[in-house]
Nanobody, 122 residues
Framework: QVQLVESGGGLVQAGGSLRLSCAASGRTFSGYVMGWFRQAPGKEREFVARITWSGGSTHYADSMKGRVTISRDSAKNTVYLQMNSLKPEDTAVYYC???????????????WGQGTQVTVSS
């Protein structure tokens, strides 16, 4: 049974940083793409970043580029999202996802975590 468990969310002031973690289990993720998405109240789920598990190739949403870094630790089966210079508009639930052909569309991911809340105060 595949499980993706996010952690690291919380309340932070504008300009601050957070590092989100996604612990993956239940299968081998070699060949998979791991993604981070976010969803603010009343808005659609939005792509943030993705990384290929095997090669570590990354891709970022234009709105987040330069402020976030996605990485993975294969030994720990964990994917990270380092977020810097946070803004109030970054407030959302952040989700980890895994898919064989994951791109920027949420529909391209097969497995999802429960999400972790990030709240940025002004």
């Amino acid at each position: 049974q595949v499980q993706l468990v996010e952690s690291g969310g919380g309340l932070v002031q504008a300009g601050g940083s957070l590092r989100l973690s996604c612990a993956a289990s239940g299968r081998t993720f070699s060949g998979y793409v791991m993604g981070w998405f976010r969803q603010a109240p009343g808005k659609e789920r939005e792509f943030v970043a993705r990384i290929t598990w095997s090669g570590g190739s990354t891709h970022y949403a234009d709105s987040m580029k330069g402020r976030v870094t996605i990485s993975r630790d294969s030994a720990k089966n964990t994917v990270y999202l380092q977020m810097n210079s946070l803004k109030p508009e970054d407030t959302a639930v952040y989700y980890c996802a895994a898919g064989r052909y994951g791109v920027a569309s949420a529909n391209s991911y097969d497995y999802w975590g429960q999400g972790t809340q990030v709240t940025v105060s002004s």
